[in-house]
């Protein structure tokens, strides 16, 4: 079965500081993999996907994500985090017509 | 504004009703999603229709039932309310999975007192 773990439930970082965030997904295949921001009170937010190629994928808001095939692994990066990143980030794995989300990850970012 | 209209976004009714949540999909997209996200349970997937006709079930409670219309707004009906179904209900909708991904709505939140 399809799975997505985000093995961090909160991390906290410094204003200007570099952001790392893991998720691993279990797949039989090359699935389409998905990163959501989600604020307060509102909707999920795309903020890139992966379907195929090259493995290096940039996005909205400054974030990229690397596809890693040997570790299973999409992480999502930011070299220099704002205030305004603050927020619930999830990570999603399309197949079979359907989404698999992780259990998010809560970012808080000091001054 | 992503294009998905979700009516109401807000809604506190008592156990034992019934309530109906519904979306419009962005415009041109025949697939609408529901989920369900509640603090303890994360994002679950409720229920799929395409085009009309239902494509997928998930973690969908018997209690609940959801209908997509000919002009492709969604209805997402939940009789016999508990204190546990308080939670944020999205609906979401793409037109191909390979183009677009999932655009969500900004979501009803239900409060079951």
């Known amino acids: 079965a399809q799975s997505v773990t985000q093995p961090d439930i909160h991390i906290t970082v410094s204003e200007g500081a570099s952001l790392e965030l893991r998720c691993n997904y279990s797949y039989g295949a090359t699935p389409y993999l998905f990163w959501y921001v989600q604020s307060p009170g509102q909707g999920l937010q795309l903020l890139l996907k992966?379907?195929?190629?090259?493995?290096l994928v940039q996005g909205i808001k400054g974030f990229e994500a690397e596809f890693k095939r040997s570790q299973s692994s999409f992480n999502l990066r930011k070299p220099s985090v704002h205030w305004s990143d603050a927020a619930e980030y999830f990570c999603?794995?399309?197949?079979?017509?359907?989404?698999?989300f992780g259990t998010g990850t809560s970012l808080t970012v000091i001054p | 504004d992503s294009g998905v209209t979700q009516t109401p976004k807000h809604l506190i009714t008592a156990t034992g009703q019934r309530v109906t949540l519904r979306c419009s999909p962005r415009s041109g997209d025949l697939s609408v999603y529901w989920y369900q996200q509640s603090l303890d349970q994360g994002l679950q997937f409720l229920i799929q229709?395409?085009?009309?006709?239902?494509?997928a079930k998930g973690n969908i409670l018997e209690r609940f039932s959801a209908q997509q219309f000919p002009d492709l707004h969604s209805e997402l009906n939940l009789s016999s309310l508990e204190l546990g179904d308080s939670a944020l209900y999205f609906c979401?909708?793409?037109?191909?999975?390979?183009?677009?991904?999932?655009?969500f709505g900004s979501g009803t939140r239900l409060t079951v007192v």
């Open positions: 229709y395409y085009n009309g006709e239902e494509r």
């Open positions: 999603a794995v399309g197949a079979h017509g359907q989404f698999y």
């Open positions: 992966y379907f195929s190629g090259d493995t």
């Open positions: 979401a909708s793409t037109g191909s999975l390979r183009d677009y991904g999932y655009t």
